[in-house]
């Protein structure tokens, strides 16, 4: 069964472009959530799709944006870059919804915005 | 606010040793606790859950408590190999499959 996979893997961008990863979650699992990873602030909650429905949003500004299609695959977008969005982003999908469910997390996209 | 906090200094052990990881957390009352692994570059991955109701969890040579009383997960590696050498993150679950991470802890084996 293939795992989570996010294209593309590295991404070099300037300040004020935008940026779209994408996310293809393992066959069957419907939940697809997005985290940003830092060496400065961890791993944080970006937003998390059900069956094309935002159900959660992490407390990021408006430029950060994401939409799941009816095959539940899962792009997130990031307008006016900053350099400050330089992170690993990370796409996990979950078979079902709720806490008592693990996270299966993708190799992730490396974005550097110089 | 709600905070999960892990020892953010790297453990090292000598190969063969029990690793003992922390996890406490506070404004927080979690009904699952998740422990994952992250290797450098990689995305973390699943290792163990305990629900709120549970006070130990094994698998293999793993082993995790959950005191909701002290607001702490503890997380056990018995018989350690250079192998086992990673990351370590605790996460606790808000709401859908939202998870709050701890910072992690880097676990250091030495043979």
């Known amino acids: 069964k293939a795992g989570v996979t996010q294209t593309p893997r590295y991404l070099i961008k300037t300040r004020g472009q935008q940026v779209t990863l994408s996310c293809s979650p393992i066959?069957?699992?419907?939940?697809v959530s997005w985290y940003q990873q830092t060496p400065g602030q961890g791993l944080q909650f970006l937003f998390e799709y059900f069956s094309e429905t935002q159900r959660n949003k992490g407390n990021f500004p408006g430029r950060f944006s994401g939409r799941q299609f009816s095959n539940s695959r899962s792009e997130m977008n990031v307008s006016t870059l900053e350099l400050g969005d330089s992170a690993l982003y990370l796409c996990?999908?979950?078979?079902?919804?709720?806490?008592?469910?693990?996270?299966?997390f993708g190799q992730g996209t490396r974005l550097t915005v110089v | 606010s709600q905070k999960i906090e892990q020892n953010s200094e790297a453990l090292n052990i000598q190969e063969g040793k029990t690793a003992t990881l922390t996890c406490n957390y506070t404004n927080y009352s979690p009904a699952y606790l998740q422990w994952y692994r992250q290797d450098p570059g990689r995305g973390p991955v699943f290792l163990l859950l305990?629900?709120?109701?549970?006070k130990e969890k094994r698998k293999e040579r793993l082993k995790v408590t959950f005191d909701t009383t002290l607001k702490q997960s503890l997380f056990h590696i018995t018989a350690s190999q250079p192998a086992d050498s990673a990351t370590y993150l605790c996460?606790?679950?808000?709401?859908?499959?939202?998870?709050?991470f701890g910072g992690g802890t880097r676990l250091m084996v030495k043979p």
């Open positions: 996460a606790l679950h808000n709401a859908g499959n939202m998870l709050t």
């Open positions: 066959s069957g699992h419907r939940s």
């Open positions: 996990a999908s979950s078979l079902g919804v709720g806490g008592g469910t693990e996270a299966f």
């Open positions: 305990i629900r709120e109701n549970e």
